[in-house]
Nanobody, 125 residues
């Protein structure tokens, strides 16, 4: 059983930067691909970014390319999402997820085995 705990969400202003963290426990973190998703109010949860187990490959949804960066520190069992130039439309609950497949760049939610509880990011205009 893998536990994922997100942190770092807060209220920020348009143009600000924020780094989210997701700490994993209960499994072998270095074997999992990791992803970030978000769910805006009244909308479905959507894919943002994914990173392979060794951090060598990443992929992003088009809307965040160039603004968001996913990274990981396997020594700390933590995956990060650096978010720059935040916009009000980035307001959402942000979730991390893990998949027990090291080379996955999957974007589908159904591909992921474990999820965190989410952290709220609110961007004021």
């Amino acid at each position: 059983q893998v536990q994922l705990v997100e942190s770092g969400g807060e209220l920020v202003q348009t143009g600000d930067s924020l780094r989210l963290s997701c700490a994993a426990s209960g499994g072998t973190f270095s074997r999992y691909s990791m992803a970030w998703f978000r769910q805006a109010p009244g909308k479905e949860r959507t894919f943002l970014a994914v990173i392979t187990a060794n951090g060598a490959m990443t992929d992003y949804t088009t809307s965040v390319k160039g603004r968001f960066t996913i990274s990981r520190d396997n020594a700390k069992n933590t995956v990060y999402l650096q978010m720059n130039n935040l916009k009000p439309e980035d307001t959402a609950v942000y979730y991390c997820a893990s998949r027990n497949y090291p080379w996955s760049l999957a974007q589908a939610q159904a591909s992921y085995d474990y999820w965190g509880q989410g952290t709220q990011v609110t961007v004021s205009s």
